[in-house]
């Protein structure tokens, strides 16, 4: 699995040294992420401890063995939509939204040491305003 992502960022690295022109779909939308997701995917980076809130109201803070999988988090990257009976259906979500999502409907993937979570907009709970 290691291999499959130093490989990847071995190939983003020479697309962007390389100066041959690269189709980009013009739907598609991201963040300053090496990662483009595919169809009605987003890449959503999970809020940290400090945004989350791990604090009590009282002053006490919750470690890191007694909290529970990060379920929200900032959209990073938009996939340009999926296809239905031959019908673009766009997305729902854009770049900088605040999302809460299922807690195990995502993929975990690690770039370039920060944490990413992969997550098909059907697991997308609701948009925090």
Sequence with gaps: MMRFFTRLTKRITMKKTTKTAVKK???TKTD???VQPLADRVVIRPLSPEEMGTKTASGIIIPDTAQEKATEGEV???GSGKYENGEHIPMSVSVKDKVMFSKYGYDEIKIGGKEYFIVAESNILAIIN
Excluded: F, H, Q, R
Aim: glycine content about 0%.
């Design 25 to 27: 779909s013009t739907a």
């Design 32 to 34: 300053n992420v090496p």
């Design 76 to 78: 990073v990257a938009v």
